[in-house]
């Protein structure tokens, strides 16, 4: 078993589509895929509801992710209201991927006859609801690492029997290594 270590609050991000060679972002008024050059950068903030957060756009005046009218389609919103539509998990998949599922327990989809994103049932063999993060930001930001959870266990074990490394973290640092915000596993 793998762990994907990483932080996502306070982590800017491009999203890439699986599916394509392009980024999320905004063309004509539609959240679209887009070349690399127009992608837009986003951060998650958390909310209130546990594991909901609302998608930033950062690139866009700070405007936050919003299925309009709570119908189906994918925009960004100038008021953040904190109300189901604009709240979103992000899950993730194997290979890495994640999916951005919606408080309808939806996922954000991009439909090529449309040529948006929409909200769908999810489906793990439609390829247009898989993204990858694309870090972007500062030089002290996590790009994040890919562990396997044994050598993890293996790692934490031996740190917290050195002297010198329990002083130096402390053991409730080592502790947590592996665990998500909020001390919940991943």
Known sequence: MFLHLISLLAFKFQL????????????????????PNEADIFELEESKNLNQDFVMVRSKDNKVWD??????????????????????????????????????KQCITYDESLNYFIRAPCNNANKHQLLDFVGVGTENQ???????????????????????????????????LGESPGNMPL
């Open 16 to 35: 890439k589509s699986v599916s394509h060679d392009l980024f999320v972002g905004q063309k004509n008024g539609n959240v679209t895929l887009v070349d």
């Open 67 to 104: 299925i309009s009218g709570n119908a189906t389609k994918l925009i960004y919103w100038s008021d953040r209201h904190g109300k189901i539509n604009q709240l979103f998990m992000l899950i993730e998949r194997p290979g890495g991927h994640v999916k951005i599922v919606n408080d309808m």
């Open 142 to 176: 996590s790009e994040g690492v890919v562990v396997n959870e044994m050598q993890l266990n293996t790692l934490k074990r031996a740190a917290s029997m050195c002297p010198e490394i329990r002083d130096m973290l402390g053991m409730a640092y080592i502790a947590e």
